[in-house]
């Protein structure tokens, strides 16, 4: 009896498997590049002009990982590093669908291997090691290739002294690769330990939205933490405090205006001045001593030839590179 | 034979090893949750003795979700940090259901900071559902508390040793758990986000609990086979819950095993090795070849016979 009380349910799944899902009432769907706020809108190539910021409102729209790079970097210096990574499946996860379909689609969509891209490249003429988050790859959710990008970023960084800038934006761990997925958090933040110990500067941008495992491990580690206007940057979800705590939420509940106000952040700063921006803080982070610093405070000894390779790296970067205005003193 | 059998029964068949191997996930979840496992008192009570109890992040608050003290454990003093449920409504509620708050993390990074000071081994015993989701906790840096927690950990010059006793619920979890050794019980469970999380997420139905959890595989041995963690701790026969005394005294072995392991390693590759250790974690393609896979020799004495 229990058996075929068994197989009825299954018969029954099956056949909702066919009909179309009910969807939750959605909202009304706007075209990507109109303003969800003032609901100006845009040409492609208008809004990437304005570093898709909207002129009427100021309302940042997101940004792709590979448009960020074009962003911030100079033109020309960029040189990527880990590109031959992909996600594999360990779980053999199925949701709805199963994780490798999710990933094909993913990767069509982007043109992204996964949700991170990673290269040198030199800002406003500072060289350093820069990583950015790509939202539409499954909501720039972080696994294994995501934390191996970063932990290598980070290493290059490391190992050359030259600072690190993260431009951060996801929901959080994936959970297709659960527990994996967890300890990326883990590694990452050993990945900063290293690099902290090295003496090496990071700055981590938070762009809309950086909430549950990556603002909980190497994105709240900056030395410098910036965040984009209206980013965002809780912990846990909106949705899961409000069911949770059953409060009404603050208007700006997690917003990057509420972490500025209540000290979680260095400063919002807007796109347009984001560059500049990085570059003043990578100028000044060139003025330090390059020494790097045990964790009790005392000055260790520097790696052997640290200077030496910073100062060649400096140079090859500005010769290499004739779009590179200026450099440090 | 299999491939012969026309589609719909392949499917049905397909569906009925699913449907087994989902109970005995949920099965796991249940007893990894269950009301009268021990939690990390009950485990601090029987492994160490003149046990005395730390309070206090010294800026203001004591999260009581965790705990924390210094004991003698088999000749050696080593600290304790933990996260702690309630057992009846009204410590539960005094508990906070064992979701710390940002000065919960504050209060463990003070005691690693106690213990590395003055040479004590740490013990991590890691129950809670994640850390706590409030207007509050966000305001108050509850990621930033997360990620300075682990950081903290990985730079401890003392050996360190995490035990999943029962619920391993994500960031909240792991914020005590990036240690040398990590050890879980055979009962415990580990994950990202919660079942009902996921099922809310990936299927937009918290009913679909189950099949979160079978999907995700949150279970001891999983864990094991993925290298996250190093040891599945046997558990009496029905859970720990059954014989407290006895999972204790398997538990303290474990952890003792454990410390001479750690001990065995030169003290100042420690640092490095705790960080190669979760630098290996992760299995991905690369250049279209599988990388991360681990390979156990299949220890016998890291895994319980099933």
């Given at each position: 009896?229990?058996?075929?009380?068994?197989?009825?349910?299954?018969?029954?799944?099956?056949?909702?498997?066919?009909?179309?899902?009910?969807?939750?009432?959605?909202?009304?769907?706007?075209?990507?590049?109109?303003?969800?706020?003032?609901?100006?809108?845009?040409?492609?190539?208008?809004?990437?002009?304005?570093?898709?910021?909207?002129?009427?409102?100021?309302?940042?729209?997101?940004?792709?990982?590979?448009?960020?790079?074009?962003?911030?970097?100079?033109?020309?210096?960029?040189?990527?590093?880990?590109?031959?990574?992909?996600?594999?499946?360990?779980?053999?996860?199925?949701?709805?669908?199963?994780?490798?379909?999710?990933?094909?689609?993913?990767?069509?969509?982007?043109?992204?291997?996964?949700?991170?891209?990673?290269?040198?490249?030199?800002?406003?003429?500072m060289p350093c090691v820069l990583c950015t988050m790509d939202f539409t790859f499954m909501g720039g959710s972080m696994g294994s290739v995501v934390g191996e990008i970063f932990t290598r970023a980070s290493d290059v960084a490391a190992e050359r002294g030259i600072p690190l800038v993260s431009v951060t934006s996801s929901g959080g761990a994936r959970m297709q690769e659960n527990i994996l997925a967890l300890m990326q958090m883990a590694k990452t933040v050993c990945a900063v330990d290293l690099l902290q110990e090295s003496g090496v500067p990071y700055i981590s941008v938070l762009a809309h939205p950086t909430t549950g495992g990556v603002i909980a491990s190497f994105a709240a580690l900056g030395d410098f933490v910036v965040s984009e206007p209206g980013a965002l940057l809780s912990f846990a979800g909106p949705r899961v405090v409000q069911e949770t705590t059953r409060e009404t939420l603050p208007a700006d509940f997690g917003r990057a205006e509420s972490s500025f106000e209540h000290g979680l952040i260095d400063a919002v700063v807007t796109r347009h001045d984001l560059k500049p921006k990085l570059g003043q803080i990578l100028r000044l982070c060139a003025g330090g001593t390059l020494v790097p610093m045990e964790p009790n405070g005392d000055a260790a000894v520097p790696p052997p030839g640290i200077v030496a390779r910073v100062m060649r790296f400096l140079r090859s970067s500005q010769h290499g590179d004739p779009h590179t205005n200026g450099g440090p003193a | 034979v299999n491939s012969r059998l026309p589609t719909p029964f392949r499917g049905l068949r397909r569906r009925l090893a699913e449907r087994a191997a989902e109970s005995d996930i949920w099965e796991a979840v249940e007893l990894a949750r269950h009301d009268s496992r021990p939690y990390t008192l009950d485990y601090a009570d029987r492994l160490v003795d003149d046990w005395i109890e730390l309070h206090g992040?010294?800026?203001?608050?004591?999260?009581?979700?965790?705990?924390?003290?210094?004991?003698?454990?088999?000749?050696?003093?080593?600290?304790?940090?933990?996260?702690?449920?309630?057992?009846?409504?009204?410590?539960?509620?005094?508990?906070?259901?064992?979701?710390?708050?940002?000065?919960?993390?504050?209060?463990?990074?003070?005691?690693?900071?106690?213990?590395?000071?003055?040479?004590?081994?740490?013990?991590?015993?890691?129950?809670?559902?994640?850390?706590?989701?409030?207007?509050?906790?966000?305001?108050?840096?509850?990621?930033?508390?997360?990620?300075?927690?682990?950081?903290?950990?990985?730079?401890?010059?003392?050996?360190?040793?995490?035990?999943?006793?029962?619920?391993?619920?994500?960031?909240?979890?792991?914020?005590?758990?990036?240690?040398?050794?990590?050890?879980?019980?055979?009962?415990?469970?580990?994950?990202?986000?919660?079942?009902?999380?996921?099922?809310?997420?990936?299927?937009?139905?918290?009913?679909?609990?189950?099949?979160?959890?079978?999907?995700?595989?949150?279970?001891?041995?999983?864990?094991?086979?993925?290298?996250?963690?190093?040891?599945?701790?046997?558990?009496?026969?029905?859970?720990?819950?059954?014989?407290?005394?006895?999972?204790?005294?398997?538990?303290?072995?474990?952890?003792?095993?454990?410390?001479?392991?750690?001990?065995?390693?030169?003290?100042?590759?420690?640092?490095?090795?705790?960080?190669?250790?979760?630098?290996?974690?992760?299995?991905?393609?690369?250049?279209?070849?599988?990388?991360?896979?681990?390979?156990?020799?299949?220890?016998?004495?890291?895994?319980?016979?099933?």
């Open positions: 009896v229990a058996r075929d009380e068994e197989t009825e349910d299954i018969q029954v799944e099956v056949e909702r498997e066919e009909t179309p899902r009910e969807q939750p009432p959605a909202r009304a769907k706007l075209h990507p590049n109109t303003c969800p706020v003032c609901k100006s809108h845009y040409r492609e190539d208008e809004l990437r002009a304005v570093l898709r910021v909207c002129t009427v409102c100021g309302h940042h729209f997101p940004v792709g990982a590979e448009e960020r790079v074009d962003q911030l970097a100079d033109p020309g210096s960029f040189r990527p590093l880990a590109e031959g990574l992909r996600s594999a499946d360990p779980l053999a996860f199925t949701d709805l669908r199963p994780y490798t379909e999710r990933l094909s689609e993913a990767e069509v969509a982007t043109g992204l291997g996964d949700a991170m891209v990673a290269g040198t490249a030199t800002v406003a003429g | 992040d010294r800026a203001g608050t004591d999260d009581h979700a965790i705990v924390s003290g210094v004991g003698s454990f088999r000749g050696r003093t080593i600290a304790i940090v933990g996260h702690q449920k309630g057992r009846d409504l009204k410590e539960r509620a005094f508990r906070n259901f064992g979701m710390a708050q940002p000065q919960g993390y504050a209060k463990a990074r003070r005691v690693f900071a106690l213990a590395d000071r003055l040479g004590f081994p740490v013990v991590t015993m890691i129950d809670t559902p994640g850390a706590y989701p409030g207007v509050e906790s966000e305001q108050g840096g509850q990621a930033a508390a997360i990620a300075q927690s682990m950081l903290a950990m990985t730079r401890l010059r003392v050996p360190t040793v995490a035990c999943v006793i029962g619920e391993g619920g994500s960031g909240g979890a792991l914020a005590i758990g990036v240690t040398d050794r990590v050890l879980m019980l055979e009962h415990a469970i580990y994950s990202v986000i919660s079942p009902e999380g996921c099922a809310t997420i990936l299927w937009r139905d918290v009913n679909q609990r189950r099949k979160a959890a079978a999907a995700f595989k949150p279970t001891a041995r999983f864990s094991y086979e993925l290298g996250v963690v190093d040891t599945v701790v046997a558990e009496p026969s029905g859970g720990a819950h059954r014989d407290v005394d006895r999972a204790a005294r398997l538990l303290g072995d474990a952890i003792a095993l454990a410390f001479d392991s750690i001990e065995a390693e030169p003290v100042e590759q420690r640092r490095a090795l705790r960080r190669a250790k979760f630098r290996r974690m992760g299995v991905w393609l690369e250049d279209g070849v599988l990388v991360g896979e681990k390979e156990h020799d299949h220890d016998p004495a890291a895994l319980p016979p099933e």
